[in-house]
DNA sequence: AATTGATATGAATATCTATTCATGATCTTG
DNA sequence: CAAGATCATGAATAGATATTCATATCAATT
């Protein structure tokens, strides 16, 4: 039971960052490019890419190679398939829908 | 839109803590005298009473005085009553039902 | 194969957050 | 009202996370 709350504690921190939640709403809308993506949010290039990195490893988003660019799209899961905006945690479901 | 983000992920960090999830489960349950939890919890005093004002700041609990101690409930909003096990941030809504 | 463009990585640092410790406030009870 | 019980607060520290800077990787192009 606290192993558990480690556990989406731990998922939640992902989320809990202005950048990283920028990054998966502009990701949200369609597949971008890291550099059309920093076309929006104007970050430090490598900035972006530790945010990214650490969206990649909670399995929020994932990336492919797209010639010299890498093309990143938000990752959706099957329960979120009934659940319109949202962000499935594993442990919680995150809805933005109003 | 980015003010927003930031907004959200303020919240989002509030709750992106395995001891701040841990009360808030508790206290979902029912209202609880600060000794109460922390005989769940077992933590310093003091690091619950810290803990527990993070929560009470962010909306999230409120806090009654009863005798020399101290009870907490959590703070359900209107949004949430059609949101079984779920809670408001306003920005975004997190349910924990399966 | 050398150069350029696009992104990633690692180490160093800065910034923020959690934890501890000591102390203060508030209520009850003898 | 003094003492004990319960909880809150503040300052100090430890620990974690974000940011920067320099450099590395990988693909396309010349």
Not at 8 to 32: F, G, N, W, Y
């Amino acid at each position: 039971m606290d192993k558990l709350n480690a556990n989406c504690a731990e998922k939640l921190k992902v989320l809990a960052d202005t950048t990283r939640l920028s990054v998966l709403q502009i990701l949200m809308q369609e597949p971008k490019h890291v550099g059309e993506i920093n076309a929006v949010l104007g970050l430090e290039q490598s900035l972006l890419s530790h945010h990214l990195r650490i969206l990649r490893e909670a399995g929020l988003v994932e990336a492919t190679r797209d010639g010299k660019a890498v093309l990143y799209h938000f990752v959706s899961t099957t329960r979120q398939k009934n659940a319109g905006r949202a962000i499935d945690l594993g442990c919680c479901l995150l809805s933005f829908e109003e």
